[in-house]
């Protein structure tokens, strides 16, 4: 049996209210998809998602913040779509950060369990 192996973590992050989860890395990666494309209809099919439950998820977390985080809009040539608002945006860039930091911060953690081996 080899006891000298390297250990690795996972975790997730997942934040939420009385109601239930208000955001998830699957969450921001609907945002980010939305920003992206700028339509709710083709992030949620760019992920294999239906659209009904893109719209859920979307109108949850615009429920559970203070203002909306995906806006519609509306006309042109190519109909309407959805867009990130300030604030969605915004909440993307800080739990991408927070993300990142915590894994940083467990590998660190981590590399202290594995220099024990």
């Known amino acids: 049996m080899d006891l000298s192996q390297k250990y690795n973590i996972k975790s997730r992050i997942w934040i939420s209210t009385e109601q239930g989860?208000?955001?998830?890395?699957?969450?921001?990666?609907?945002?980010?998809?939305?920003?992206?494309?700028?339509?709710m209809s083709r992030a949620a099919k760019e992920m294999k998602m239906s659209y009904k439950k893109a719209w859920g998820l979307v109108t949850s977390m615009n429920l559970h913040f203070p203002e909306p985080l995906v806006v519609g809009t509306t006309g042109g040539v190519n109909g309407g779509g959805s867009i990130l608002s300030d604030s969605g945006k915004?909440?993307?860039?800080?739990f991408t950060r927070l993300n990142e930091e915590n894994k940083i911060y467990l590998q660190t953690e981590l590399e202290k369990l594995n220099l024990l081996g």
């Open 90 to 94: 915004r909440l993307v860039e800080i």
């Open 21 to 39: 989860t208000f955001l998830g890395e699957g969450r921001i990666e609907l945002l980010k998809k939305i920003d992206e494309m700028g339509s």
